[in-house]
Nanobody, 114 residues
């Protein structure tokens, strides 16, 4: 499966962005999909996950600000990011949870800065 993340960009603190991750084939067989991020000089971290039934998990740092969703009919996973902070600046990736090496794509860069 190839996963293409998009929707990143430059946004001011307090702003919002919606990321999309489109898969090259069906994601129905992947029970848990997730968004990850990697800031400059930092390790990649798990941001949020969602199951096929809609159950979700959020990292403490984004809880209450981010919302993950998925549309299996469109082979797409979304990440709505609100009240963005400079510390949210990172390259964002989607993958299964646990992640599969072959699924890592290029990611999409989110920069939060005034």
């Amino acid at each position: 499966v190839q996963l293409q993340a998009s929707g990143g960009g430059l946004v001011q603190p307090g702003g919002s962005l919606r990321l999309s991750c489109v898969a090259s084939e069906s994601i129905r067989s992947i029970n848990v999909m997730g968004w990850y991020r990697q800031g400059l000089g930092k390790q990649r971290e798990l941001v949020a996950t969602i199951t096929n039934r809609g159950g979700s998990y959020y990292a403490h740092s984004v809880k209450g600000r981010f919302a993950i969703s998925r549309d299996n009919a469109k082979n797409t996973v979304y990440l709505q990011m609100n009240t963005l902070k400079p510390e949210d600046t990172a390259v964002y990736y989607c993958n299964a949870d646990p992640p599969r090496d072959a699924y890592w794509g290029q990611g999409t860069l989110v920069t939060v800065s005034s």
